[in-house]
Antibody, heavy 118, light 110 residues
Framework: QVQLVESGGGLVEPGGSLRLSCVAS????????MYWIRQAPGKGLEWVSY????????NSADSVKGRFTISRDNAKNSLFLQMNSLRAEDTAVYYC???????????WGQGTLVTVSS | SALTQPPSASGSPGQSVTISCTGT?????????VSWYQQHPGKAPKLIIY???KRPSGVPDRFSGSKSGNTASLTVSGLQAEDEADYYC???????????FGGGTKLTVL
């Protein structure tokens, strides 16, 4: 069955860095656009980034542009999010998700919590 | 900008409830790419409606979607206790756009 398993979250100080990973199984990873979406504690959903199936097309929300970088390794069925210059407002559960159709995450991982605090 | 949803909705078991999602002609009104997600506490969101009115495999037909102009709607018929959750709408907003989500609606089954 389809599985997306995120890892790499944790507690980091403001200005620090983290790299999130998402390992996919149960489907042909290289066929799908992938997304990162986050949810601050008690808040709604927020788009973070997307990446095309071959990695050639990416985009990120204005709130993270220049600080976060999405990438993928199709040979390892893995999606990544490199997060630099972290701020308190980046504190959230970060979900990786597989595209179902335009701007539609069809299958979500269980999420990984990132906490930015001193 | 985020899509607009009512913060809360409620209904009794067996009743129907409709949740609205209002956007603009640049998102909801401009594309047939409206989606809805159900999220139970502490769980990941689950896609329940995509492309306005399509249901993924395994989603009960008690869940239905529609759209009129810049407003989309999710209707849950025959409410059951397990339908109590947060519901989010989403929409495509054009190429090179990530899309946009609504603020969420907490559905309470009385």
């Amino acid at each position: 069955q389809v599985q997306l398993v995120e890892s790499g979250g944790g507690l980091v100080e403001p200005g620090g860095s983290l790299r999130l990973s998402c390992v996919a199984s149960g489907f042909t990873f290289s066929d799908y656009y992938m997304y990162w979406i986050r949810q601050a504690p008690g808040k709604g959903l927020e788009w973070v980034s997307y990446i095309s199936s071959n990695g050639g097309d990416t985009n990120s929300a204005d709130s993270v542009k220049g600080r976060f970088t999405i990438s993928r390794d199709n040979a390892k069925n893995s999606l990544f999010l490199q997060m630099n210059s972290l701020r308190a407002e980046d504190t959230a559960v970060y979900y990786c998700a597989r595209r179902e159709s335009s701007a539609t995450p069809g299958f979500w991982g269980q999420g990984t919590l990132v906490t930015v605090s001193s | 900008s985020a899509l607009t949803q009512p913060p809360s909705a409620s209904g009794s078991p067996g009743q129907s409830v409709t949740i609205s999602c209002t956007g603009t002609s640049s998102d909801v009104g401009g594309y047939n790419s409206v989606s809805w997600y159900q999220q139970h506490p502490g769980k990941a969101p689950k896609l329940i409606i995509y492309e306005v009115n399509k249901r993924p495999s395994g989603v009960p037909d008690r869940f239905s979607g529609s759209k009129s102009g810049n407003t989309a709607s999710l209707t849950v018929s025959g409410l059951q206790a397990e339908d109590e959750a947060d519901y989010y709408c989403g929409s495509y907003a054009g190429s090179n756009n990530l899309g946009v989500f609504g603020g969420g609606t907490k559905l309470t089954v009385l």
